[in-house]
């Protein structure tokens, strides 16, 4: 399996070929969109895309975790991290392509 990943300017780019909007306009609205995003998730607020998914920051507590070289507890501090569910719809897309 090849992996190819989507840049903000090939995001940009199918704006505007979807859209229609300059390439100004579109690299704009996506770096509005992307903004928002990320200002919603640091406020701690989910973000829900229908038919895509939904992104939500989660806390996780403080645990003892190991170092696997020299076999040593280390403390892992609390930290909160990004969880993406992607929806049923994105799901059933991405395993559709193994039916082939």
């Known amino acids: 399996m090849v992996e190819k990943t989507v840049t903000r300017a090939e995001l ?3 704006v505007y070929q979807e859209v229609g909007l300059s390439r100004n306009e579109s690299a704009d609205l996506v770096e509005a969109v992307l903004g ?9 607020e989910s973000v829900k895309i229908s038919s895509f998914g939904s992104f939500s920051v989660r806390q996780k507590g403080e645990r003892i975790g ?3 070289k020299t ?5 892992i501090l609390p930290r ?4 993406f569910r992607p929806s ?10 193994l039916k082939d």
């Open 12 to 14: 940009s780019e199918a």
């Open 36 to 44: 928002e995003m990320s200002d919603a998730l640091t406020r701690g």
């Open 66 to 68: 190991r170092n696997p």
């Open 71 to 75: 076999g040593e507890e280390v403390p």
């Open 80 to 83: 909160k991290v990004l969880v």
């Open 88 to 97: 049923h719809v994105l799901k059933n897309r991405i395993n559709a392509n």
